[in-house]
């Protein structure tokens, strides 16, 4: 049966991951300790650590980070949960130039442990046109 305030809690994680000025250690606090598993964009990250190690490379490497919610759903439970979007994203260079705008697909997985949600799955990815093998940087849901 789907949770009305576990679905709102998951919506403001998701708020905190999303914004161009998120802190790492915030949004890390809401990984799983013991499960985390990504499949990025470019990367397949393992664990915790590895996830903290890819958002301050990405951090480092990236000046400036748009993005914005194009449509998202989430359902949820007491204790699991999942988040599906569209987001758009804009990746800045140091003089403002653009360096990659798409928008992606994202799905999240949580889970609910010891009254906290963590997140235990993260894919996100962009579409190829399978008949060009073109990625369709401006798909939508």
Known sequence: ?????????????????????????????????????????????????AHRKHLESMRSNIPKLDCEFLRME???GDDHGFANYILHVTLYNDDDSIMYESNMRVTICYRKSDGKWYQVAQHASVPIDLQTGVPDLKSVW
């Open 1 to 49: 049966m789907r949770n009305p305030e576990s679905e709102a809690e998951i919506l403001r994680i998701e708020k905190l991951f999303n914004r161009p000025d998120f802190d790492i250690g915030e949004c890390l606090d809401y990984c799983d300790p013991k499960d985390f598993v990504s499949f990025d964009f470019l990367y397949n990250i393992v664990g915790k650590e």
């Open 74 to 76: 989430i359902s949820a």
